[in-house]
């Protein structure tokens, strides 16, 4: 647990322009989040270094944007029309809902993991698990709640034109498997990555942002030939590992837990969670690396009645590849980075800061232009242009400077750039840095190298 309440940091989030209430002048709509001027620039930053460091840096990989609402087989072959459900229960006497597994262990400990309904109302009946609304013994047979939302396409409501959002971005990519193999000629193994919303119904969403019914995940699917002696399970676990440590999170509040046996599916050969140690909980998952070997593409095959195989040039066989599918959302990527990031910091005398230790490649806003005083913004306002044509750099010329900082400081601004009256002769400006609030003059020519040169991943 880290020196901060989730509430402060919440707060704080809240306050300073990364994360509003969603829908909040009609009183909000429940566990919805809109990402405000900060937040909008800082899950692009994630997605953009996503994509570069899967995508546009590993000459294996391309990346596919697929539509959201897909032809309802999708989700036969997935296995989610059946399976995608949590068991439900209902208080008979308040009316109120909760999912059974979640309820029963807050009441007992006990973990139903894989229990049918029947062996859950015995664990219930058992314990006398009482309703947490109104204390009641009085329940409904838990029964399974699909989390796919359901919705229509044309104008009849009836059975054939029900399709669903997507509840997770793999699809999109199993889907366009043979498409991406014709069109990009790639050989294994390969990779096909996509960033894009999901969407479920989530029984229980919650913790902010942890856990919403309209996210957006960062999907890899890397095939490769089974026969292929290379760990690739382990390959991606370690670059998704290097990743996140590359972002600066704190290696004691991370770690990797590999699934055991019993907690994996039927076709998965290992899967492992990245996980957080989040101010709410012990550990939360962040990013899950499974091996899911050759079922979604045979699943999709088997329903779509198309050739889903990969032709090995060099023997000729032809095969239905492996998988390896490194996937994680944005928000939860977000969360973490925010949490590891916040910090007050106490200074000389009774003051103190609030600053967001965010990577420079990630932080919303990479640099302040600061002058002095307001009679020195245009040439401020000069650098300011010349600056913004390639770094996403502000201006504030409001309020004494030592406020302006600290206003820097709390949002992650990594650099500010301080335009005062002496640069009007010298040419040069104070560029003073977030973390260690050391200051170095430098010609103005150089600062746009500078700062590029430390905000890189
Ligand atoms: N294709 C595999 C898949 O979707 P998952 O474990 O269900 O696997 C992958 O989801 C990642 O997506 C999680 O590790 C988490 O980061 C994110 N995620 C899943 N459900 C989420 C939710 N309701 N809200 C926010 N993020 C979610």
Not at 10 to 38: A, P, T
Not at 112 to 124: A, C, D, F, R
Not at 157 to 165: A, C, F, M
Request: charged share 30%; proline share 4%.
């Amino acid at each position: 647990m880290g020196k901060y309440s989730f509430e402060e940091i919440v707060n704080h989030l809240k306050s300073s322009g990364f994360v509003y209430q969603g829908s909040e002048i009609y009183g909000g709509l429940s566990n919805s989040w809109d990402f405000g001027n900060l937040g909008s620039e800082l899950k692009k930053n994630i997605k953009d270094l996503w994509w570069k460091e899967f995508i546009q840096k590993d000459p294996n990989n391309v990346g596919i944007d697929a539509a959201i609402i897909m032809n309802p087989k999708t989700w036969e072959a997935s296995g989610h029309l059946k399976g995608f459900s949590d068991l439900m229960i209902d208080c008979k006497e308040c009316k109120s809902r909760f999912r059974a597994d979640k309820m029963i262990e807050e009441a007992t400990g006990i973990s139903t993991e894989g229990k049918g309904p029947e062996e859950m109302m015995h664990v219930i009946e058992e314990n006398r698990v009482a309703c947490p609304k109104c204390g009641k013994h009085n329940f409904t047979q838990p029964r399974p709640f699909n989390l796919m939302f359901k919705t229509f396409i044309g104008t009849l409501e009836d059975s054939k034109s029900v399709v669903y959002l997507r509840p997770e971005t793999c699809q999109g990519i199993f889907v366009n498997f043979e498409n991406v193999l014709r069109t990009s000629r790639r050989k294994l193994p390969f990779g096909i990555g996509q960033i894009g919303k999901s969407f479920r119904n989530e029984i229980t969403p919650g913790n902010f942002i942890f856990r919403t019914r309209e996210f957006e995940q960062m999907e890899l699917e890397f095939f490769y030939d089974p026969k292929d002696t290379t760990d690739w399970y382990k390959y991606w676990v370690d670059i998704c590992v290097a990743f996140v440590q590359r972002l600066g999170i704190r290696d004691e509040n991370l770690r990797v837990r590999e699934h055991a046996k019993e907690e994996l599916a039927f076709y998965s050969r290992g899967t492992s969670d990245i996980e957080y140690a989040f101010p709410f909980t012990d550990w939360g998952e962040v990013w899950g690396i499974a091996d899911r070997t050759d079922y979604d593409l045979s699943q999709h095959q088997k329903y779509s009645g198309k050739n889903m195989t990969y032709l090995d040039q060099a023997s000729g066989e032809s095969f239905i590849p492996y998988v390896i599918e490194p996937s994680v959302g944005v928000e939860r990527l977000f969360l973490m980075c925010v949490c590891d990031a916040y910090d007050v910091e106490e200074l000389e005398g009774d003051d103190q800061r609030v600053v967001m230790h965010l990577h420079p490649s990630i932080a919303p806003i990479k640099a302040s232009i600061l002058p002095l005083s307001k009679k020195l913004k245009d040439r401020a306002i000069e650098l300011y242009k010349d600056l913004a044509e390639d770094i996403r750099v502000e201006y504030d010329d409001a309020g004494s400077i030592g406020k302006r900082y600290r206003r820097n400081d709390a949002i992650g601004t990594p650099f500010c750039i301080t335009y005062d009256f002496d640069s009007e002769n010298d040419g040069c400006v104070t560029v003073r840095d977030r973390d260690t609030m050391a200051q170095v003059r430098i010609p103005m020519a150089e600062v746009k190298d500078y700062i590029l040169k430390r905000i890189k991943f």
